[in-house]
């Protein structure tokens, strides 16, 4: 049996190969797009209601929440903020 650590390092290889890099980026933006679509449900919202408190397009917020599409950081400070209320924070590694 193989480690999901193992198994990235055979796939992509060690971190700081590109391709490794290009998963772990594709990989956080992914993370990002489920935490916002959480909050967002927990908040009983629909992606309508979100993007009306955010005033932006109910289809940015779809296309966040799988994925589809690089999101700016005012843009997500404004999802947190004003649609969740909620706040950011942070941090380098």
């Known amino acids: 049996m193989t480690s ?3 198994h990235l390092d055979k ?3 060690k971190r700081g190969n590109p391709e490794r890099e290009q998963y772990e980026q594709g ?5 990002l797009g489920v935490m916002i679509q959480e909050l967002r449900r927990e ?8 993007a009306q408190r955010c005033r932006i397009t109910p289809g ?3 296309r966040i929440e799988n994925n589809a599409s690089d999101i700016r950081l005012s843009t997500l ?3 947190f903020r ?6 950011v924070k942070l941090s380098v590694e």
Do not use: D
Request: glycine residues 12%; aromatic residues 16%.
């Open 4 to 6: 999901f650590a193992e």
């Open 77 to 79: 400070m404004k999802i």
């Open 82 to 87: 004003q649609g969740l209320g909620r706040q």
């Open 11 to 13: 796939q992509y290889g």
């Open 27 to 31: 990989f956080e933006a992914f993370k």
């Open 60 to 62: 940015y917020i779809s």
């Open 43 to 50: 908040e009983g919202l629909t992606q309508v209601a979100l």
